[in-house]
């Protein structure tokens, strides 16, 4: 397998080692769903046709968006599918001190300042289409309000990553996202920092995951590189759409809950991901799906695709 890389001025931390470790993580914001079940099975499969170890992390660091149950409800559908995980389930609810540590380090170094923007004055956000101006890397210009944290990237040169399913994926994220938040507001953490030190943490060394993410990892690489840590290879599978490309609607996104349902639905699944099993296993038992889809992994089959649609 290829490993990824990242070059610019900060992104020199070294490849995860090559001993596979890949894992899911979830937000428990609602009930698995279909594109969601693509992406724990491409995981899963990656991870299980290199012989390595397959994690699942409940991704529950923004509590204020986490759904009562959701979690477990989770767990029991990956369950229902054959998704079997190795070792605990992580929850990032119980990581706040590693967190705090990890922006104790970036702010020795110099890397963070406080930023007292609020979400409506900064209008879309981080995102190419709302690039954060720097509006406070002098300091906050308003006191006595909570503050975020951000980290500063205006020293950053491109970031390049090898992925390896979509090739070369080259960002400058000054320009495409700007400074971005590691701790918010309201005293949640970020995505990007939870997940690049509990990917360190629990020695990752395989990332599988929607291609909606891709962007994101150029950021990681950069905190990845400032604090010392081995950055993952990534793959970013094609995400799930409607057949014009749209998003999928809710009611096209449920996944069957009757545990009888669910042979067929894999099979589905697989067959998105371009690995539908012989007709001899169709709606055969998921275990014995996944047996012949582990042997028989491929994602070069997927070379190409951004998309794979939902009635395909």
Known sequence: ?????????????????????????????????????????????????????????IEDVDRAREVPGAADAILRTLERYGLEWD????????????????????AGLGLTYGCSCSR?????????????????????????????????????????????LQ?????????AVGDFVLRRRDGFWSYQLAVVVDDAYQGITDVVRGLDLLDNTPRQRLLQA???LPYPRVLHLPLLTEADGRKLS??????????AAAPAALTGVLALLRHEPPRHLHSAPVREQLSWAGASWNPSLLQGLTNVFANS
């Open 250 to 259: 809710k009611s096209r996104q449920a996944l069957p809950a009757d545990l």
């Open 167 to 175: 090739g070369s994926f080259t960002q400058l994220v000054d320009e």
């Open 1 to 57: 397998m290829r490993s990824s890389t990242a070059t610019g001025t900060t992104a020199t931390a070294e490849p995860a080692g090559d001993r596979y470790r890949g894992r899911f993580a979830p937000s428990p914001t609602g009930a698995l769903h279909l594109g969601s079940l693509l992406a724990a099975l491409g995981s899963y499969l990656d991870a299980r046709a290199s012989g390595g170890e397959w994690l699942v992390r």
């Open 120 to 164: 409506s004055e900064l209008g879309a956000g981080e995102s190419p289409e709302g690039r954060y101006p720097g509006t406070c890397r002098g300091g906050p210009t308003r006191l006595g309000v909570p503050v975020a944290t951000r980290f500063r990237v205006d020293r950053a040169g491109p970031v390049t990553v090898e992925d390896r």
């Open 87 to 106: 070792g605990p389930v992580l929850r990032q609810s119980s990581r706040d001190d590693a967190y705090r540590g990890a922006l104790a380090s970036l």
């Open 226 to 228: 400032a604090l010392g």
